[in-house]
Structure formats: C-alpha cells, structure tokens
C-alpha cells in the first residue's frame, strides 16, 4: 500500500497562506465532520480541510501536495452513499463548499454556468423562476452538490425520462493534480472536437481532477405534471408491471419503486404523512407524467392506468393538489433517511436493465434468505435501478464484516448475469471498490488504471478509491 507523507507545520503555514487562516480547519472537533458522509457508519479523520475559493487556489494546493506526496480528497456536500469523499489515507479534505456561485443562466441558449458547490436544488428553484428545467434530481437535492453529482454521475428519479447528470454536462474547468488547470468541451450541444475529457471526468468520483466551473445544458421547464401512487398486493407484479409501461409508448418522468417495509418505515419515520396502506398491499409504484399539454399529459397517465390494471394493481391515488404530491414525495424521498434511523446499513446500487427488475428483486430476496439478512428494498425502477438497503439489526460483527461482503458478492454476480452492474448512480467509492472484478476483467481494470496514472502519477488525489485493493 502507498505510504502518503503526514502534514507538518510547514505544510499547514502554507496552506493558511493560500487559503487565508479562516479557511483552514486543523482541530479534531471542526473535522469531525469532514471524516464521514451518509456512507454506513465509517469515518476516516483528515489531518487538515482546507476550503478555498478560487480556482488559483486549488491550483496551488494541488501543485504543493503533488510535490510533497501529501493526499488529498475533494468533498462536495457530504452526502455521498459509497464512501467517495472519505479520507481513507488522512491528508488534507478539499472542500468546495465556497465555490458555491451560479455564475451564469443564459435563457437564449438554455444554458448555465455554475461552480460546483452549488447545492442541486438551489439551481433547479433558480431555473424555474426563468421557466428553465435542470431534471437531475437526487433524494438529496437539497443538500447535495453539483460537483458532487458529476462526481458519482447521479441520476435520481425523473433520469428515467430526462437521462442522468452526464446527460445535462457541456463543458468543465477543472485543476490537475499538478496544478494545471484545463478547459474542456464548449458552449455548443454538438462537439466531435478531440477525446471527450468532459465526459471521462464526470463519473470519476474526484480521482482525476477537482472540476471548478461547469457549462450545464437546460430545458424548458413542464409545467403540467400528473402524479399517481399504484398499489399492488404482489412486489414481482410491481415490477412487472414497469417495462409494459413503456412497451405501450408512454415514458414517465419518474416510476419509483418502494416495498411495504421501505413504505412502513417511512410512514413510522415521518408521521406528518397521512397515507392509509391496506394489509394486502406489498409494493408501490410512484408514478409522475410531465409536459407542457395538460390533455397530453393526462392521456399518458391513462394509459398508464390501463397497464396497471392488468398486473392486477388496487384502487390508484391521484394526487389532487400540490400539497397531496408533494406529501407523496416526500414518501418516497425519506425512505433512506428512515431506513438509516433505524439501524446501521449497507445500501447497494443494483441496476439491471428494466426488464429483469422482477429477477433481481427476487434473486435479493432469495440471498438474504439464505444468508439470514433483512433488506429494505425501493430505487427507480423505470431505470431498473435497485437500492438494496441490508439491515445490521442484530447481526454480529463476525457476520457483518465476514460473511455479508460474499453475500453482496452473491447480489453483484446476479446483477451482471441479468446484464446490469454494480452501480447506477451511487459510484464505487471505497465501500464497493473489491466487487470490481465482477463487472470488469483484468484488462479493462487495466485500461482505467492505466487512465488514472496518466492524470495522477504520483497518486495524490481522492486515493484508495474505485480499484480493488
């Protein structure tokens, strides 16, 4: 393993001078923090945070950590679920919370200009008073940053019609780990123009570079949406029920899945929604249609309940107003919050191609049987895209730290053999870096190794992340 050097006080002085001393954590308690994210339980302590906020700045401090060996890992909001801002190696936490300006909205060419601490929902609320759209939307919009999203590519529920984050992302700045700063992509919506670094830097979960400006594409915002919660006494006719959906040509803007449990905790978690669940019902569907023709849109939502009645759904609730919508996505948007209340967890980012949704869920199941684990199940199930939350409970520390990782192991294969992967929006982080092999060979592990030795020679940025020990 890498030996990274440790931070004296020659290195602390400098950082002080490029940041200036407010902008410089170096005491336990004010780092406390800056050691964990929403990943389990972990927590790794750096040995300074440094918060700057100007592109210089970064460039500096990753010129000086590059030459003296010194790690270091960006930190967007905090609310990553892989471990991806974990000072696993100590070092200095990089934290973006100061780049936190929407520089530019250009209502001519639907286009923003935003620095990557921008909390997601702050711009989405800012495109919307100009009637613009930005649809990545995770659960944690209202904390989670922008850079943050390009890091681990975030979806959350309206991908399933609008793509995910790559999908919105025309152009970066962003600093080496050698101090250069780079510019790539352009202001324009085609560019066949060289290797596209912008894309091969969103995803990269902060091991390549530190992106400080980003050109995002808009679109105009739907003002008609029509919101449906589906019930169903069975979780497989659920998940039936999605891919026929689209096969009668109707793509959703949103199609969220949530076992009883998911639903059952939640509603304990947050008691100021009122939804009565008969005994019968196993699963939901949280069904959203959008657009900009009232008739259309509700045209589609018929259409959807047409195909809903043949996988044998109960009575259909039809949010009536704001209020009774937004109380459902508030439903559905608490759930890993509640699971999380409850107990110690590991979620998995499973995702399969839509259509084997029922094959996964039961597959899950069939595992956590044998291997005598409770999970919690929800995610987007138009995008096939499964949360599988493992419960701790009262499993003892042997199990949970021997024999749980080869069950995970067990749900990952079952993935790849239904044509998915390891993550649909999550990232691999440091928690699902060992399960790599199974999506990847030696060779392809390779080739994106040998991508990160060109970026980062020395090592020095977001280590311990993404490839198998």
């Known amino acids: 393993m890498k030996k990274y050097s440790a931070i004296k006080a020659d290195d602390l002085a400098y950082m002080e001078k490029v940041c200036g001393t407010a902008y410089v954590i170096h005491s336990r308690d004010a780092m406390e923090k800056y050691g964990s994210d929403e990943t389990e339980d972990l927590n ?174 808009l679109l105009p915002y739907p003002r008609q949406q029509l919101t449906m919660l589906v019930p169903f006494s069975s979780e497989s006719k659920a998940c039936e029920a999605v891919s026929a959906v689209f096969r009668a040509g109707v793509t959703p803007s949103a199609m969220e899945f949530m076992e009883r449990s998911a639903i059952d905790w939640t509603l304990r978690y947050k008691p100021e929604i009122s939804l009565h669940v008969p005994d019968d019902v196993k699963a939901h569907l949280l069904i959203e249609c959008d657009g900009h023709d009232l008739e259309a849109v509700m045209r589609e939502c018929e259409t959807v309940a047409e195909v809903m009645e043949r996988f044998d759904c109960g009575e259909i609730l039809f949010a009536q107003t704001a209020a009774e919508k937004d109380s459902l996505w508030k439903l559905r948007r608490s ?53 599988v939350n493992i419960i701790r409970g009262e499993l003892s520390d042997t199990f949970w730290n021997t024999e749980l990782p080869k069950a995970i192991r067990e749900i990952f294969s079952l993935c790849v053999e239904l044509g998915g992967t390891l993550s649909g929006e999550h990232g691999i982080g440091w928690v699902q870096k060992n399960y790599m092999d199974i999506a990847f060979s030696e060779s392809e592990l390779r080739v994106q190794k040998g991508i990160k030795q060109v970026f980062d020679p020395n090592g020095i940025l977001n280590p311990g992340k993404i490839f198998p020990d």
């Open 335 to 387: 759930v890993a919050e509640s699971v999380k209340s409850n107990s110690i967890y590991k979620e998995e980012d499973t995702v399969v191609p839509r259509y084997k949704l029922p094959q996964l869920l039961a597959g899950v199941k069939e595992i956590g049987t044998r291997y005598g684990f409770q999970s919690v199940c929800y995610g987007h199930a138009g995008d096939g895209n499964l949360h």
């Open 44 to 217: 790794f302590m750096p040995e300074l945070v440094v918060k700057p906020s100007e592109t210089a700045q970064i460039a500096a401090i990753l010129k000086y950590c590059n030459e003296r060996g010194i790690p270091v890992t960006p930190r967007g909001g905090g609310t990553g679920l892989s471990g991806g801002a974990l000072p696993v190696f100590g070092g200095i936490v990089l934290s973006m919370e100061r780049f936190n300006r929407i520089l530019h909205i250009d209502e001519q060419n639907q286009q923003a200009v935003v620095e990557p601490g921008v909390i997601t929902q702050v711009l989405q609320e800012a495109c919307i008073e100009k009637s613009l759209y930005y649809p990545p939307d995770p659960s944690s919009r209202g904390s989670c940053f922008i850079g943050g999203n390009l890091a681990e590519n975030a979806g959350g529920p309206r991908a399933v019609k609008y793509g995910v984050t790559k999908d919105f992302v025309l152009g970066l700045e962003a600093v080496l780990p050698s101090g250069e700063i780079i510019q790539t992509g352009a202001h324009t919506l085609k560019n066949s123009t060289g290797y596209n670094l912008t894309q091969l830097l969103i995803g990269s979960e902060g091991t390549l570079a530190v992106i400080t400006k980003i050109i995002l594409k």
